[in-house]
T-cell receptor, first 113, second 112 residues
Framework: AQSVTQPDIHITVSEGASLELRCNYSYGATPYLFWYVQSPGQGLQLLLKYFSGDTLVQGIKGFEAEFKRSQSSFNLRKPSVHWSDAAEYFC???????????FGKGTTLSVSS | DAGVIQSPRHEVTEMGQEVTLRCKPISGHNSLFWYRQTMMRGLELLIYFNNNVPIDDSGMPEDRFSAKMPNASFSTLKIQPSEPRDSAVYFC??????????FGPGTRLTVT
């Protein structure tokens, strides 16, 4: 069955430190891949997406993600975390653009000062 | 554009009552999705529509749940009768086929 796995439930990073959130997928073919962020009590905001082409994708708020086919991974990175980045992050995938998303369980990011 | 609009934002109801959640997708988007978010199960698809036609309703938990999309600018998700285990945040999202899904702010449903 198709699935998305985020191995880390909760991560704490110091402000100014780098961040990497892990995401692995299990699909028959390369899916469309997304990272969303959810602040408490809010909806989901798209950070970035990968459909095809360059495997390093730039997103909003200084985030980037790298697609690695050999590892079935799509990890999210940020070189320097700000306190306002504290939120829950979801990796998601779909087998085509415009079809239903399968989400990982999410990773909660805490930022310490 | 105002984005995806959902109403109500919060709903508290008693077990056995009918609940109707509403969604207005972004104008021009032809696909609409209903997702449910719970602590135990995370975010999961309930149903989605393409050009107002239900495409995949395999995530609808049981016959108590129903969804309609009478036109391109409006959809409802109805629970009748509601049960405490239906308590969750329900998200509506929309997209055109070439882009990502845009999510509404969600409806937080509490069934007592």
């Amino acid at each position: 069955a198709q699935s998305v796995t985020q191995p880390d439930i909760h991560i704490t990073v110091s402000e100014g430190a780098s961040l990497e959130l892990r995401c692995n997928y299990s699909y028959g073919a390369t899916p469309y891949l997304f990272w969303y962020v959810q602040s408490p009590g809010q909806g989901l905001q798209l950070l970035l997406k990968y459909f095809s082409g360059d495997t390093l994708v730039q997103g909003i708020k200084g985030f980037e993600a790298e697609f690695k086919r050999s590892q079935s991974s799509f990890n999210l990175r940020k070189p320097s975390v700000h306190w306002s980045d504290a939120a829950e992050y979801f990796c998601a995938a779909s087998d085509q653009a415009g079809t239903a998303l399968i989400f990982g369980k999410g990773t909660t990011l805490s930022v310490s000062s | 554009d105002a984005g995806v609009i959902q109403s109500p934002r919060h709903e508290v109801t008693e077990m056995g009552q009918e609940v109707t959640l509403r969604c207005k997708p972004i104008s021009g988007h032809n696909s609409l999705f209903w997702y449910r978010q719970t602590m135990m199960r995370g975010l999961e698809l309930l149903i989605y529509f393409n050009n107002n036609v239900p495409i995949d309703d395999s995530g609808m938990p049981e016959d108590r749940f129903s969804a309609k999309m009478p036109n391109a600018s409006f959809s409802t998700l109805k629970i009748q009768p509601s049960e405490p285990r239906d308590s969750a945040v329900y998200f509506c999202a929309s997209t055109n086929l070439a882009s990502e899904q845009y999510f509404g702010p969600g409806t937080r449903l509490t069934v007592t």
